[in-house]
């Protein structure tokens, strides 16, 4: 069973930056793609970005590109979210996730999900 651990939340000031790490706890592991999505209060879970774990593609939803850059060590089994000028809005709770045979921007396209990391932007 795989699990992903994220860490790397916490508070930071508008036009600040954070960075999100996602470690997987098996030795060998290898999805199609792993993604970020983070869920607002009273919101539904949205789509940040991706990346496939082999070619190293990149997809961003509109609202992060330009700020967000998503990244991946093999080696490590880790994959990382950089968050630059950072805004109120992007306040939410981000999690992990890693989908075994298909790329896509729903949350049912993702069959293993980290515990999620406060992310907390103050104006």
């Known amino acids: 069973q795989v699990q992903l651990v994220e860490s790397g939340g916490g508070l930071v000031q508008a036009g600040g930056s954070l960075r999100l790490s996602c470690a997987a706890s098996?030795?060998?592991?290898?999805?199609?793609?792993m993604g970020w999505f983070r869920q607002a209060p009273g919101k539904e879970r949205e789509f940040a970005a991706a990346i496939t774990w082999s070619g190293g593609s990149r997809y961003y939803a509109d609202s992060v590109k330009g700020r967000f850059t998503i990244s991946r060590d093999n080696a490590k089994n880790t994959f990382y979210l950089q968050m630059n000028s950072l805004k109120p809005e992007d306040t939410a709770i981000y999690y992990c996730?890693?989908?075994?045979?298909?790329?896509?921007?729903?949350?049912?396209?993702?069959?293993?999900w980290g515990q999620g990391t406060q992310v907390t932007v103050s104006s």
């Open positions: 996730a890693a989908a075994l045979n298909r790329l896509g921007r729903e949350p049912d396209h993702y069959d293993y």
């Open positions: 098996v030795r060998t592991f290898s999805p199609y793609v």
